[in-house]
């Protein structure tokens, strides 16, 4: 396209239709004042540095989107780009009006004289993109730590509750591993439970029963006056959990103390239940008289 104007007179009216005293009175000296210092300050925020042949010989395309983008965050660029559009021009045209330091027509005149070329590394770390989506991610397992605790409490016949007050000693974290499910597994893991449960049950049963038979029939006794003690085996885990720090025995003597109270009260109420039961009993029922029938 034959225009009759000069490119570089019809962008510097667009840019400056008006021209005040402060505006530069060309096209070449709006360039030099201006655009040059704008190209010059991209140049050393994309490279950081004027070190390599790269960063002196940028190629910037006036008609590249992506060079425009750049560049147009400087007003007097921006300004130069709207005027390249109100003018339509072609980008054969802006290729041939660019001709200045930083441009891609710099570039081309330096590898032409100097036999070399300017190899562009914007990008080259950036590997060529996979489309991952269709593929299936290998579930894995997820580690769940879990803290047990059991507290044991032994329901006797009388309707007291007793708990065991023998301290227990903390229990280990179990570092289990949640695995997929697997349906030829279900079968395992119900045996597995069931035999969790038995253990647990034996357990609880052997701990309690037996100790609290004991420590009850002591403590029965000693309410009595008798001076027994409570339980050889408790009262030498008690000493040693002390001395360990892991026990307040003053305290523990004072449950004893109370419960062995308790007993004594549920024992003396059994007691006159069973002396009013055996009175009444013993009493001679009356006869039951009927009342004379009329005459």
């Not at 004289?113 to 590394?121: M, P, S």
């Not at 489309?131 to 879990?146: F, S």
């Not at 301290?167 to 035999?195: C, F, G, K, W």
């Amino acid at each position: 396209m034959h225009r009759k104007n000069p490119i570089s007179v019809l962008v510097y009216n667009a840019l400056f239709s008006t021209p005040s005293p402060t505006d530069p009175p060309s096209f070449s000296a709006h360039l030099s004042k201006n655009l040059v210092g704008e190209v010059r300050i991209e140049t050393a925020n994309f490279y950081g540095s004027l070190d390599t042949i790269e960063a002196r010989y940028p190629g910037l395309n006036y008609a590249f989107s992506p060079h425009r983008k750049r560049l147009g965050r400087f007003p007097h660029h921006r300004r130069l780009f709207e005027a390249f559009d109100r003018l339509g021009l072609t980008e054969a045209e802006i290729q041939g009006f660019c001709r200045w330091e930083g441009t891609l027509w710099a570039r081309e005149r330096y590898e032409r004289d100097e036999g070399v070329r300017v190899i562009d590394t914007t990008g080259v770390e950036i590997g060529e993109w996979v489309d991952r989506r269709g593929q299936l991610h290998t579930a894995q397992g997820i580690n769940v730590k879990t803290d047990i605790e059991i507290e044991i409490e032994q329901v006797h016949a009388s309707g007291a509750v007793h708990s065991d007050t023998r301290p227990q000693p903390p229990q280990a974290q179990v570092d289990t591993e949640m695995r997929d499910s697997d349906p030829n597994d279900s079968s395992d893991e119900e045996d597995e439970d069931e035999d969790e449960e038995d253990e647990e049950e034996e357990e609880e049963e052997s701990i309690g029963y037996a100790l609290n038979a004991r420590l009850l029939h002591a403590a029965a006794l000693r309410e009595q006056g008798a001076n027994v003690p409570m339980d050889p085996e408790w009262e030498q885990y008690l000493k040693e959990a002390q001395e360990r720090g892991e026990l307040n025995i003053d305290a523990t003597r004072e449950a004893l103390r109370a419960m062995a109270g308790q007993i004594a009260q549920l024992h003396h109420h059994q007691t006159t239940v069973q002396a009013e039961t055996s009175s009444s009993s013993s009493a001679q029922p009356q006869p039951f008289q009927s009342s004379a029938a009329p005459a």
